[in-house]
């Protein structure tokens, strides 16, 4: 959760910089308003807010313009990436480090009241989906369409 808008401005800058590293200037803050990944992504990160009004408010804001779903209570480290913010599911146990890039269609969910956690610098392609307690590894890349769930035959 993000507790302050110090931590907030924080994380966003976090978020816009790793997209315009090396731009700056008022073209690169037209280039930032007009870009819906990072609409997206600021609207993230209000739902992380613990406001519970701002939450409810960016999460509505999120599945009406976007058709992405934050559960409250996902933990999102700074550096958060989309490049085509459509269609995200992130369940609210879920933890992700920083650097994570996430394609349309990416469901991060819950089984048997379990959540994923993602390591640093983990691109996931289109129509991932990672369900239950599923450790993903720092720097890893999981290919398009892939689904990862607990290995259940030792249970």
């Known amino acids: 959760m993000i507790s302050s808008t110090k931590e907030l401005i924080s994380i966003v800058r976090t978020d816009v910089e790793r997209i315009y590293s090396e731009r700056r200037g008022f073209g690169t803050f037209l280039r930032v308003a007009a870009n819906p990944s990072i609409r997206a992504v600021f609207l993230i990160r209000i739902t992380l807010l613990e406001n519970v009004f701002l939450h409810s408010f960016a999460r509505n804001a999120l599945l009406s313009f976007f058709g992405i779903d934050v559960g409250k209570g996902a933990v999102i480290g700074p550096g958060l990436y989309l490049p085509h913010p459509l269609c995200i599911v992130i369940g609210e146990g879920?933890?992700?480090?920083?650097?994570?890039?996430?394609?349309?269609?990416?469901?991060?969910?819950?089984?048997?009241?379990?959540?994923?956690?993602?390591?640093?610098?983990?691109?996931?392609?289109?129509?991932?989906?990672?369900?239950?307690?599923?450790?993903?590894?720092?720097?890893?890349?999981?290919?398009?369409?892939?689904?990862?769930?607990?290995?259940?035959?030792?249970s």
């Open 94 to 154: 879920t933890r992700m480090g920083a650097n994570i890039t996430l394609y349309h269609g990416t469901t991060l969910g819950r089984l048997k009241n379990n959540y994923p956690t993602i390591g640093d610098r983990t691109t996931l392609y289109p129509n991932v989906t990672v369900i239950g307690d599923v450790h993903i590894p720092a720097n890893t890349r999981v290919p398009p369409g892939t689904i990862l769930r607990p290995d259940e035959s030792n």
